[in-house]
């Protein structure tokens, strides 16, 4: 069996590196099961709180803690990490190393302080390109070929800090901000390890970001994902895979929000079309844009059930042939 390129083992520097990890979402999940399969003490698991969530407003408990009670390992979620008695049940555990990847909120300095060996993050993107809270999303939108993965140490400034280490990986045609997100969290544990360990035992050092080169991301707001019909078919495009699973790319209906889960661009451009307008082609069902137009793949209506857009036109009397609004 071929060895894995990106595992470098730490069995031989004969300790046992204490490791507190921050992390919220699936994203990371298989870096804390890749630390906990190998010469790490896990002391414990910073999360953010469960929080309620759709109709019924139910406690959802986050991805990272559901990893970390099948894995046994201690659960820490304060509300607030400037608390004193946060600082000080985290100081509890005297951790050499913190690791983080998308705990989703600010560390504050008092945290920083209390591991030996510092703090590490794993960050979406390839570094110093994207920085903030969305570089998945603002590089599928942006149209880049290629996203990746950054292992770096936590600075005061978000997403400043030195390099360790980096891989790349290609973004697809057809691929979403979801499916992206996935690959790069399996991609990242194997980085994340690898370049942890090497690091511990002098084999690779960190350097320094180019900060002329920087690009930023902003969090995400429901609005940018409505679209605008004179805009480029090939910008819209990647509008609907970039805004999955959220805010989902969207546009309206007879007054309803209609998301546009899937679609492709098409060159072509309708004859004499409006910009928004939808269409039969011999593709399929279209929406003229202000370059080209939308073949439509996959909808949905208001809040019920996602359909492939032909079921869904057969039940929508009108749809084609209405122009789809740009707003409401």
Request: proline residues 7%; aromatic residues 6%.
């Amino acid at each position: 069996m071929r060895e894995n390129p990106f595992i470098f083992h730490l069995s031989s520097l004969g300790v046992s590196m204490r490791v507190l990890y921050m992390s919220t979402p699936e994203f990371g999940v298989p870096t804390l099961r890749k630390f906990s399969e190998q010469d790490y003490e896990i002391v414990g698991v910073v999360c953010q709180p469960d929080k309620p969530a759709g109709r019924g407003r139910q406690l959802i408990t986050p991805a990272i803690k559901r990893a970390a009670l099948e894995l046994g390992l201690p659960i820490f979620q304060p509300d607030n990490l400037r608390a004193p008695e946060a600082i000080a049940a985290l100081a509890q555990t005297k951790p050499d190393l913190i690791l983080v990847a998308a705990y989703g909120k600010y560390i504050p300095d008092e945290i920083l302080a209390l591991p030996t060996r510092g703090a590490l993050n794993l960050h979406p993107s390839l570094l110093p390109r994207w920085r903030g809270a969305c570089p998945v999303t603002a590089a599928i939108a942006a149209g880049d070929p290629e996203t990746g993965v950054t292992i770096h140490f936590v600075a005061s400034e978000m997403d400043t800090g030195d390099i360790l280490a980096q891989a790349n990986a290609p973004i697809g045609d057809e691929d979403t901000t979801e499916t992206t997100m996935a690959r790069l969290a399996v991609l990242g544990a194997d980085v994340y390890a690898d370049a942890v360990a090497r690091w511990l035992r002098g084999k690779i050092a960190p350097r320094q970001q180019d900060h002329a080169r920087a690009t930023w991301c902003d969090r995400m707001t429901k609005a940018q994902g409505k679209i605008d019909w004179t805009q480029p078919t090939e910008k819209i495009a990647r509008q609907v895979r970039a805004y999955q699973p959220w805010p989902l790319a969207f546009t309206f209906w007879r007054g309803q929000q209609l998301n546009i889960l899937n679609a492709r661009a098409l060159d072509l451009a309708p004859d004499s079309a409006t910009p928004g307008q939808v269409l039969q082609s011999d593709a399929g069902i279209v929406v003229a844009t202000g370059k080209g137009s939308l073949l439509l793949r996959q909808v949905q209506l208001g809040g019920k059930r996602a359909l492939p857009v032909e079921d869904f036109s057969r039940g929508a009397r009108g749809f084609v042939g209405s122009v789809l609004e740009i707003g409401s």
